[in-house]
């Protein structure tokens, strides 16, 4: 099976979440996080996810899923009850209006699946075995979070700044794109006076942007 890894911007968007159990709470932890719109229907919940509900952190419906609940506008579906019958009937009604649907713990019935994160602020590393072994990603992500440096996600956010500076610095040509490639490489601080700063200057002034063209004059 080929899949398309890709990050998507969820802020504010309607996301429909059946169940609101333990296998639903990382989920909507997870859609949360994103800044998602997250509405939840189930006729309990965890103390997490009543939690949440009474903070306006999400919309809880106390009740049982019925057809009709998967709204047009709906940008994606997570089902997590612990009734397979009821996951597959959500999943085929999200299906029918086109709408991705992820039945938890059900690979045949899922769209799109939830990946391992490994985060440090910007930084995302997401892993994903397609539903074939969750335990497995779980383990790599373990892994690799234990070899990557606590200050990365710092790291990451000092040297976008830089990033900027640069663009604002020196006209798109092949130079500027490997002064950046060169950046990523080296110690960023968030000092005007940091060494990869004047590094980058210098950069810029010894590759100058070409001149704006004159107004005829008349």
Known sequence: MSLFPIFLKMTGRPCLVIGAGNLAESKIQSLRAAEASVTVIAPYASPAIEEMAA????????????????????????T??????????VYLEATSKSILCNAVDDPPYCDFYFPSIVKRGDLQIAISTAGASPALAQRLRKEINAALPLDIGAWLGEL???????????PLNEARKQLLHTLATREVCGFDACPSRAYAREHAWGNPRPASPRKAEG
């Open 55 to 78: 903070s306006g952190e999400v919309q809880w419906h106390a009740r049982k899923y019925q057809p009709g609940d998967v709204a047009q506008d709906a940008f994606l579906v997570v």
């Open 160 to 170: 976008g700044n830089l990033r900027r500076e640069v663009l604002q610095l020196e």
């Open 80 to 89: 997590a009850t612990d009734v397979p019958e009821v996951n597959r009937a």
